[in-house]
């Protein structure tokens, strides 16, 4: 059986929920204020991505030495070690490809929270679209994780503000992401509805 979605209503404080007349199945919901909800959550977790970036992940103490980790020192680091290929992973996945993801949801949600249509849709679309398998930050956190419990014992470690910054980007990107209604920027490119 083929049925045509339903056109949602949304009053001011409620969420809808479009439900298949045959089973009752969630087919889509429509929640109140998605647009500046994941406008905010997405402004916040680029901020957060910044931080993560601009300032040293932790900082290791040994004996009177002390070395400070960024993002991109790690990468490097594996760079001149001849792991380039690991240099890049690093890189693609959790600096450019969340920075990606990020700018296009404001490039396509800023115009839309101030009541306008984007000027292109369909290729930052299909570019967040094929993105999103590759933003990888929770497996970035975990391998920070379990490196930190591994060199407790050999070496004082001080959490320096990007680690912070990256757990918490984690989190809003996460957020982000399951707020992110891409139905509305889809509905942009459909003709309006003809009220004859």
Request: include cysteine; charged fraction near 10%; hydrophobic fraction near 55%.
């Amino acid at each position: 059986m083929l049925i045509q979605a339903p056109q949602l209503q949304q009053a001011d404080n409620t969420n809808s929920t479009a439900l298949c007349p045959r089973c009752q199945a969630v087919l889509f919901k429509q929640i109140n204020h998605s647009v500046s909800r994941t406008l905010a959550l997405a402004i916040a977790a680029f901020v957060m991505l910044l931080l993560a970036n601009a300032f040293p992940i932790l900082t290791l103490q040994i004996g009177s030495e002390s070395i400070s980790c960024s993002i991109f020192g790690a990468a490097n680091t594996l760079y001149q070690q001849g792991m380039w290929y690991l240099s890049v992973i690093i890189i693609v996945t959790t600096i450019l490809t969340p920075a990606l993801q990020l700018l296009i949801l404001m490039y396509l949600l800023l115009p839309i929270a101030r009541g306008k249509r984007p000027q292109f849709i369909i290729l930052p679309m299909k570019v967040f679209n094929t993105l999103h398998p590759w933003s990888m930050i929770e497996v970035f956190m975990l391998g920070i994780l379990i490196s930190l419990s591994k060199l407790m014992g050999m070496a004082r470690i001080e959490p320096d503000i990007a680690l912070w910054s990256i757990a918490i980007l984690m989190l809003l990107l996460t957020a982000t992401l399951s707020t992110f209604n891409p139905k509305k920027i889809w509905q942009l490119l459909s003709p309006p509805p003809n009220n004859d």
